[in-house]
């Protein structure tokens, strides 16, 4: 079993710590579905570049819709590192 990363940092670097030390271990399970800390970092750093390209740099809220599902929270981890990319 591969062992835990410390818990300093922020939520953003945990995953990524997680995408790094153990890609394969799952972040999130839902039913039959399942998304891996890998999967989680680079389906949510596409989605960031792409809102990051298109969208207006004001900042305007985008509303998203869901459930329990992986897709929500790609989004939500989307979500932070667009902030992010925005702020930087």
Not at 6 to 28: K, S, Y
Request: glycine share 4%; proline share 8%.
């Amino acid at each position: 079993m591969t062992a835990l990363p410390p818990l300093d940092g922020d939520l953003l670097e945990r995953i990524d710590r997680w995408a790094r030390v153990a890609p394969t271990r799952l972040a999130h399970v839902s039913g039959e579905r399942s998304l891996t800390y890998a999967e989680l970092t680079r389906r949510s750093n596409a989605l960031a570049d792409h809102l990051t390209a298109t969208l207006p740099p004001d900042g305007a809220p985008v509303v998203i819709e869901g459930h329990k599902e992986p897709e929500l929270l790609i989004i939500r981890t989307c979500r932070s590192r667009t902030t992010c990319r925005r702020s930087a």
